[in-house]
């Protein structure tokens, strides 16, 4: 997902927040002008966004509007994915029978 997104869709994510929620020195920092990597500014916007619904949900209409709605999709399944890989090390490692 990181790969994925650009400014813009920072941008067109928070722009409304800005005044709303007085998150103009946040918003800053995810800009390139940061002199950050772009993968270091996108890990930041993630972990900022995810804090709060009201910017959840308007990441995914941002993400639907640029036709990437298509990376929410994975989302779950991929925290599925981990787990189900987490347990089987788990099981192989001897600490635990399968039924």
């Known amino acids: 997902m990181v ?3 650009e400014t813009s869709i920072i ?3 928070l ?3 800005v005044e709303i929620h007085d998150i103009k020195e946040e918003f800053r920092s ?3 002008e940061t002199g950050k ?7 930041r916007f993630l972990t900022f966004v995810f804090k ?3 910017y959840v949900i308007e ?3 941002v993400f639907q509007q ?5 990376l929410l999709e994975n989302i779950g399944r991929e925290d599925e994915f981990d787990s189900a890989e987490r347990d089987d090390e788990f099981v192989s490692a001897g600490n635990i029978k399968k039924p």
Do not use: A, C, Y
């Not at 990597?37 to 890990?43: A, K, L, N, T």
């Not at 640029?66 to 298509?70: I, K, M, Q, V």
């Open 3 to 5: 790969e994925e997104i």
């Open 11 to 13: 941008k067109d994510t």
């Open 15 to 17: 722009q409304r927040f």
């Open 30 to 32: 995810f800009l390139p």
């Open 37 to 43: 990597s772009r993968h270091d500014r996108v890990h």
């Open 52 to 54: 709060n619904d009201e």
């Open 59 to 61: 990441l995914e209409k």
């Open 66 to 70: 640029n036709s990437l709605g298509h």
